[in-house]
């Protein structure tokens, strides 16, 4: 038989649900004034696009504001604290959408910086929105920050260093485990997070793929570009030898020779926590029109 399993949870997490909700209900308590938003509120282009429609401009600094009475917006990707700041003395108001696993990030590092640890590895990516803004904001504070990605990256320093640790909320969390423990062997006075700073939606997404590899031979895999995390979803399907395809929303997928998209019996659809369910269930039901059964695959709770 044909299946196409939809994988769950997959669609918007908890974070993203919040940003989005948290900038509709600025837009609703500030009619007719100008509101601009650093950055994408979340890495999906549709959603950007519809706030777009709703009046709000999308920006990437804030010396693109002129406006006294602007109404400020951060991220749901967290932003430097030393900008907040200086959003605060140029606009009307200012509000923080980001999402509360980014901002434990920032609790974590302002404890280390008070208690003078002056050496921060960060594992994650140094020109992704959340990594390259919680970096500046340690840099800020006059301490030295090593970006690495990977095991072999481990920066060789003397082995006595107090160090703090801290990853970016959206990688591949196995390696991330692999990376703290090889710090932890390397560093005997590195301070490691209690379960790494991949946050929960991140663990959840890719540990149901991981559970559930022998039931599928394609992987089909919807986010937006920019996202970094969706990656991890999507080099998950590779590394295990599936059929992998990936697009920002049906009409990517659909691109591809439906005699490929079609090759195996077995299927499996997820999305991004920025990807709207509409997409992924878009890609699910051409799956059902061309003969497939659809069946919800559940994450198994340890
Ligand atoms: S993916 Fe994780 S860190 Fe990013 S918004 Fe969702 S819950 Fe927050």
Not at 37 to 49: D, E, G, Q, S, Y
Not at 126 to 139: C, D, P, S
Request: with cysteine; aromatic share 10%; hydrophobic share 35%.
């Amino acid at each position: 038989m044909k299946i196409v399993y939809s994988l769950q949870p997959s669609s918007f997490c908890f974070g993203v649900e919040k940003s989005i909700l948290g900038l509709a209900t600025i837009i609703k308590n500030h009619p007719g004034e100008q509101i601009y938003c650093i950055h994408a509120l979340v890495h999906n282009p549709k959603v950007t696009a519809s706030f777009e429609k709703m009046g709000v401009h999308f920006i990437e600094s804030l010396d693109e504001i002129t406006d006294p009475n602007a109404i400020i917006v951060f991220s749901a990707h967290g932003t430097d604290r030393t900008i907040i700041q200086q959003a605060k003395e140029k606009g009307k108001e200012v509000y923080n959408l980001e999402c509360p696993f980014v901002s434990k990030i920032y609790t974590e590092a302002d404890l280390f910086i008070d208690k003078w640890i002056a050496t921060f590895f960060y594992i994650g990516k140094e020109h992704h929105q959340e990594g390259k803004n919680v970096i500046a904001y340690i840099r800020s504070k006059g301490a030295k920050v090593y970006v690495f990605q990977t095991a072999e990256e481990i920066p060789e320093i003397p082995p006595e260093t107090e160090i703090a640790v801290l990853s970016q909320t959206t990688l591949n969390f196995e390696y991330v485990q692999e990376i703290l423990q090889q710090i932890q062997q390397r560093y005997p006075h590195a301070h490691l997070p209690a379960h790494s700073d991949v946050c929960k939606a991140t663990c959840e997404r890719q540990s149901v793929i991981l559970q559930n590899l022998d039931k599928f031979q394609t992987f089909i895999v919807i986010w937006g570009k920019e996202s970094s995390n969706t990656r991890q979803l999507y080099e998950i399907g590779k590394r295990n030898d599936k059929q992998t395809f990936y697009g920002e929303s049906f009409d990517d997928i659909i691109q591809h020779p439906h005699d490929e998209l079609l090759a195996h019996e077995t299927v499996a659809v997820t999305g991004w926590a920025s990807t709207p369910q509409e997409d992924i269930q878009k890609v699910v039901d051409f799956f059902v029109t061309n003969g497939y059964k659809e069946e919800i695959l559940n994450l198994k709770k340890s």
